[in-house]
């Protein structure tokens, strides 16, 4: 951002800018900048108001702890501010804390260390020993009631036991997505052709805020706790209560230490300059705070931060270099990623020469041209990113990245659909780099499992002309296969045998390996649960395909939308009689009785004893039938906890009869 350079305008933007940060962050759970860029703008504000107290703006950001509250959960009021912590980047500023601190309170101060987790902060309060509301830390004052969505969280107690129980209290802590959770959402998003989710943190506070919170239960969130309050503390020492709410069965991360000076304060902050990367969690510094909880209080606090604590951050994974050209990759579903090249440049022990940048968006966001020198960062995320320009290093002959209108490969007029990030290529039948990635999907290792063909001799046979869909790799012969190059009669004979073999794998693979948009594999398992053939699914409609638990309305639209499409109905035919299972087995569930013939349900809300898989089974197996909404004509509403309040209303109003989840087991049992 150039700013101006007197300070009564300088003023202005900072406030606009880092309030529509703030924003972004907390409304949008979308960071634009890094933590170290914001902090140096917020820093910056803060001098300059410092200077010209006249000059600050009534909404600066400097007046409050930061973030605003969103307007669909229940706002509640904190009863401890939620603050912030003072940060600081340099081993001067460390000691500069510890002097002040000695000033204040002596030499005999104790610290304690821990890390400082880099996810979603939570206030969790307790009333005689009950779990009672979870909240959001908000604007620090206020902050969003997640109550039903923290209840889901394994690492939380919900019951806690113990002598020395205050009445009422509070437990603070971070809430995250493990790490291996978030590669695995991606992983998973990835092949259903989705927009991958940027970071471990964005996905912790997007995943909070879900109004249903059976979602919230499915990606397992994690919280690591680092804080009690109480009116009336039974411990003396923020240790003490460390070591007492992990007994509570609170999860502490055993990373934290006690450091009897500044200088075992910073071998702590060196040893885990590394180690870090080993936790299940991304971090970005270390949290120093004073032990006793005498001398914290005398130390007391600022508006906005504890003055006996501090944060130390470690400097951001990050590198300079010069952006060379964008790529634009075409994925198989025809969505197009442009990639930045750059000079290659040493980032976190590796070698880099490309960085994502998201979307067409993106580059207009941070207004890359080419030429530029760029600032690549690698955080929670695998793949770097370009997340910045350094505007005063602009060449005065860099070029403006002109996004293609036509698909770089194919030439067909790009898409974007409203309200989507990306563009798409539409030439499904006829776009190189988009019908080689189909073939690759369809025999990668998830799908068809066809090993013995790799992209290589994907490429050679679709150059070749053999092969321009799935289901003409069935139609492959011996003699078109010797005669590519460097292929032998050996490795000829090995790919036609994996490819017969292919035709045993399962239905539900089959259906992943089709590459229908936003159909994953664990989608496909649920789709060929319910849809125990082919037939059964393309005819379904839109409703029966959203009363499938877990199939929303994007995944219902894409299936339809697929099978819509005459030459996709012409290759599953191909493929039929090819000899591939379209078909599961044994899944159709066995009748059990007649009792719930004519009968429909809904089923809502998470289950004690059965799962809502197991809760449509038995309704199945009894002659009944499961439907997604709730109408005048729906028999009965089963309700499990936590179910969606606009549900519950409107059953009530219509009058239905709602069963709980011991009532409907009796009914069939
Ligand atoms: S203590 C008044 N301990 O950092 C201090 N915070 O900038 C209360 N955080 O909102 C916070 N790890 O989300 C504390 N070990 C830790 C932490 C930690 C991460 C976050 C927390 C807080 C922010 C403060």
Request: glycine share 6%.
């Amino acid at each position: 951002m150039a700013l101006a350079n007197d300070p009564a305008s300088e003023i202005q933007e900072l406030t606009q800018r880092i309030n529509y940060l703030n924003y972004q962050y907390y409304q949008n759970s979308v960071s634009e900048v890094s933590d170290y860029d914001f902090d140096m703008m917020l820093e910056r504000l803060q001098q300059l108001e410092h200077q010209h107290p006249e000059l600050r703006l009534p909404n600066s950001p400097t007046q409050r702890v930061g973030g605003t509250i969103t307007k669909s959960f229940k706002t509640v009021f904190h009863k401890y501010p939620m603050l912030s912590l003072s940060n600081t980047y340099s081993e001067e500023d460390l000691r500069e804390f510890d002097k002040r601190v000695r000033k204040i309170v002596g030499d005999e101060v104790e610290y304690v260390c821990e890390q400082k987790f880099d996810g979603v902060a939570i206030s969790l309060t307790y009333e005689n020993g009950e779990f009672v509301q979870g909240a959001t830390r908000g604007d620090g004052t206020r902050g969003d009631d997640i109550t039903a969505n923290v209840r889901t969280i394994r690492d939380i107690p919900l019951q806690v036991h113990g002598n020395d129980l205050p009445e009422s209290f509070e437990v603070r802590g971070e809430v995250f997505l493990p790490l291996q959770v978030f590669e695995q959402l991606n992983a998973e998003r990835e092949e259903a052709g989705e927009q991958l989710l940027a970071n471990p943190r964005n996905a912790a506070s997007g995943t909070l805020k879900q109004q249903d919170s059976a979602i919230v239960a499915s990606r397992r969130l994690g919280c690591f706790s680092y804080g009690f309050m109480s009116s009336s503390s039974p411990f003396d020492t923020h240790s003490e209560s460390l070591q007492a709410i992990q007994k509570w069965g609170f999860k502490v991360s055993d990373t934290w230490r006690k450091c009897s000076s500044i200088d075992t304060v910073l071998d702590y902050i060196n040893e885990w300059e590394q180690k870090r990367h080993e936790l299940p969690i991304a971090t970005d510094g270390v949290v120093v705070k004073v032990n006793s909880y005498a001398l914290q209080e005398e130390l007391g606090y600022t508006s906005k931060s504890p003055r006996w604590a501090i944060a130390y951050k470690y400097p951001a994974m990050s590198a300079v270099s010069r952006l060379l050209e964008i790529q634009y990759q075409i994925g198989r579903t025809g969505a197009v990623t442009p990639v930045a090249i750059m000079e290659p440049v040493l980032l976190a022990g590796t070698v880099v020469k490309r960085a994502s940048v998201h979307n067409a968006n993106e580059i207009q966001r941070l207004d890359l041209r080419l030429g530029d020198i760029v600032h690549v960062e690698k955080g929670g995320e695998i793949i770097p990113k370009i997340t910045g320009v350094d505007f005063s290093k602009r060449p005065a002959d860099s070029m403006p990245i002109i996004y293609p209108t036509h698909c770089p490969a194919c030439g067909s007029e790009l898409v974007r659909a409203e309200g989507e990030a990306n563009f798409y290529c539409p030439n499904e039948e006829g776009c190189a780099p988009q019908i080689q990635a189909k073939l690759e999907h369809f025999i990668s290792r998830k799908a068809m499992n066809i090993d013995e063909l790799g992209p290589k001799t994907i490429e050679q046979l679709y150059r070749a002309g053999f092969v321009h869909n799935v289901a003409d790799l069935y139609d492959i012969t011996f003699e078109q296969l010797v005669n590519l190059e460097r292929m032998g009669e050996k490795s000829a004979n090995n790919i036609l045998n994996s490819l017969e073999k292919s035709k045993q794998t399962p239905y539900d693979r089959v259906l992943f390996a089709l590459g229908i948009r936003y159909v994953g594999s664990t989608v496909a398992k649920k789709l060929a649960e319910h849809f125990t053939d082919i037939e059964a699914l393309r005819g379904a409609m839109f409703e029966e395909l959203i009363a499938v638990n877990e199939i929303g309305e994007r995944i219902a639209q894409s299936i339809i939308q697929y099978f819509s499409r005459p030459e996709h109905q012409e290759l599953v035919e191909r493929l039929k009689a090819a000899g591939l299972q379209f078909k599961s087995e044994n899944t159709a569930p066995e009748m059990e009785s007649n009792k719930l013939e004519g009968k429909t349900f809904v089923i809502s809300g998470v289950f004690e004893s059965v799962s809502r898989d197991e809760l449509q089974r038995i309704i199945v197996s009894h002659g009944g039938k499961v439907v997604s909404s709730i109408s005048a004509k729906l028999s009965y509403l089963v309700a499990g906890d936590k179910m969606g309040p606009s549900k519950l209303e409107k059953a009530n109003k219509l009058g239905i009869t709602i069963l709980s989840e011991g009532e409907f087991l009796g009914m069939v049992n």
